[in-house]
């Protein structure tokens, strides 16, 4: 008789995957849709990065690398959290090459947490921190973030919601699904509010350069008392299209990389030795395409923002970093995940249902395309029955 362990019960099926695959099974059909649903950006890894994959392939770097990773590029994340985030880490003893961000948030909340243990995750939310925590044994505690306050965390709120079981905070800037850039007064309230309660951190920062409107990226690791408390995690996937690749880092205190790397050491081994030769240009050779990628994010963003506006009854935060749009539909529709339902069957559009309330729309596709789908939303919403 097959058994499942009994923790499988409270992880369900990612949504958004879940989007996805009806999605694909609706174009194998023959209908095409536009997609807005899924923050994987539509651009090629540059091809400096590519040629330097091929150089490892025809060099023959095919084996197991450390399971901290090869030393070249844990030397260049840490001149890139010198240079760009004013950090100083050991990169032979305080940088862990991931398979990813998502490695790296359950390999945290694997080594760092115990059974039972709570972890503060300030919500809305991508869904990957809830599920990790409840992997790890502990219990995810969701903080309301409120579009009164811009979707920044007040330290109230934190508060309320602490216990003697409280041992991590979770801190995402920018934010998915909002597009928010934490502030530095947020930051330095989270900051404290850590210390003062003898919390960890897990910042998660890999839409770091998707930054608009001339905010500023700050990391929490960088705020007096900060550096031995947090595990910064960050990546390739969004600064460098390279989603694909998985390919990701752990930053942290030598003493927190010892319990995160047995993890790693005993789930993944090693990050792709290929993708981890192509990571080292990535960060040592020129970023003109991480600038070209995000001026035309930022176009896109802003022909979103115009065409979201003229749809009456449609509320959402400026969006200030990372590719999403956090829309209330409240005023349009009872259900957002039915609203989901007739926007990809009547529009042929795909977006997300993030809760009852809202959507998210990811503009990681063509301004052409961004255009169409918009207007294709206004129609669809124009005509669309009471009941819904």
């Given at each position: 008789?097959?058994?499942?362990?009994?923790?499988?019960?409270?992880?369900?099926?990612?949504?958004?995957?879940?989007?996805?695959?009806?999605?694909?099974?609706?174009?194998?059909?023959?209908?095409?849709?536009?997609?807005?649903?899924?923050?994987?950006?539509?651009?090629?890894?540059?091809?400096y990065?590519?040629?330097?994959a091929?150089?490892?392939?025809?060099?023959?770097?095919?084996?197991?690398?450390?399971?901290?990773?090869?030393?070249?590029?844990?030397?260049?994340?840490a001149?890139?959290?010198?240079r760009?985030?004013?950090?100083?880490?050991?990169?032979?003893?305080?940088?862990?090459?991931?398979?990813?961000?998502?490695?790296?948030?359950?390999?945290?909340?694997?080594?760092?947490?115990?059974?039972?243990?709570?972890?503060?995750?300030p919500?809305?939310?991508?869904?990957?921190?809830?599920?990790?925590?409840?992997?790890?044994g502990?219990?995810?505690?969701?903080?309301?973030?409120?579009?009164?306050?811009?979707?920044?965390?007040?330290?109230?709120d934190?508060?309320?919601?602490?216990?003697?079981?409280?041992?991590?905070?979770?801190?995402?800037t920018?934010?998915?699904?909002?597009?928010?850039?934490?502030?530095?007064a947020?930051?330095?309230?989270?900051?404290?509010?850590?210390?003062?309660h003898?919390?960890?951190?897990?910042?998660?920062?890999?839409?770091?350069?998707?930054?608009?409107?001339?905010?500023?990226?700050?990391?929490?690791?960088?705020f007096?008392?900060?550096?031995?408390?947090?595990?910064?995690?960050?990546?390739?996937?969004?600064?460098?299209?390279?989603t694909?690749?998985?390919?990701?880092?752990?930053?942290?205190?030598?003493?927190?990389?010892?319990?995160?790397?047995r993890?790693?050491?005993?789930?993944?081994?090693?990050?792709?030795?290929?993708?981890?030769?192509?990571g080292?240009?990535?960060?040592?050779?020129?970023?003109?395409?991480?600038?070209?990628?995000v001026?035309?994010?930022?176009?896109?963003?802003?022909?979103?923002?115009?065409?979201?506006?003229?749809?009456?009854?449609?509320?959402?935060?400026r969006?200030?970093?990372?590719m999403?749009?956090?829309?209330?539909?409240?005023?349009?529709?009872?259900?957002?995940?039915?609203?989901?339902?007739?926007?990809?069957?009547?529009?042929?559009?795909?977006?997300?249902?993030?809760?009852?309330?809202?959507?998210?729309?990811?503009?990681s596709?063509?301004?052409?395309?961004?255009?169409?789908?918009?207007?294709?939303?206004?129609?669809?919403?124009?005509?669309?029955?009471?009941?819904?």
């Amino acid at each position: 008789m097959t058994q499942i362990a009994e923790r499988m019960n409270s992880i369900p099926f990612s949504g958004i995957r879940a989007i996805l695959e009806r999605v694909k099974r609706m174009e194998q059909a023959g209908t095409p849709i536009i997609h807005l649903e899924i923050g994987c950006p539509d651009f090629d890894t540059p091809e400096y990065i590519k040629t330097a994959a091929h150089r490892a392939l025809d060099e023959g770097q095919v084996y197991y690398t450390s399971n901290y990773g090869i030393p070249p590029l844990r030397e260049a994340i840490a001149n890139k959290l010198k240079r760009d985030n004013q950090l100083e880490f050991d990169p032979q003893t305080e940088i862990i090459v991931t398979a990813g961000v998502s490695e790296g948030i359950l390999a945290t909340m694997m080594a760092l947490l115990n059974p039972g243990d709570e972890v503060l995750v300030p919500e809305p939310l991508f869904p990957a921190y809830l599920m990790a925590a409840r992997m790890a044994g502990a219990v995810p505690v969701a903080v309301p973030v409120h579009a009164s306050n811009e979707y920044q965390p007040v330290r109230a709120d934190l508060e309320a919601r602490l216990n003697s079981k409280t041992r991590m905070l979770v801190v995402v800037t920018p934010g998915n699904p909002t597009g928010v850039v934490l502030s530095e007064a947020t930051l330095k309230g989270m900051a404290e509010f850590a210390i003062d309660h003898d919390l960890l951190v897990m910042a998660d920062e890999i839409y770091e350069k998707l930054i608009y409107e001339d905010r500023e990226h700050i990391c929490i690791a960088r705020f007096p008392g900060m550096r031995s408390r947090t595990i910064t995690l960050n990546g390739f996937s969004k600064s460098h299209a390279m989603t694909g690749w998985r390919l990701g880092y752990i930053a942290a205190d030598a003493a927190l990389v010892q319990a995160l790397v047995r993890i790693h050491q005993y789930s993944v081994v090693c990050s792709n030795s290929i993708a981890q030769w192509a990571g080292v240009v990535a960060l040592e050779g020129s970023q003109q395409s991480v600038h070209a990628m995000v001026e035309e994010l930022d176009r896109r963003r802003m022909l979103v923002i115009d065409k979201l506006q003229q749809i009456p009854g449609l509320t959402f935060p400026r969006p200030q970093g990372a590719m999403y749009v956090y829309v209330d539909v409240s005023g349009v529709a009872n259900d957002a995940y039915e609203l989901t339902d007739y926007l990809l069957e009547q529009a042929h559009l795909a977006v997300v249902p993030w809760n009852k309330q809202h959507i998210r729309l990811a503009y990681s596709n063509s301004y052409d395309n961004l255009e169409l789908a918009l207007d294709r939303m206004k129609q669809s919403l124009s005509t669309m029955p009471a009941s819904r």
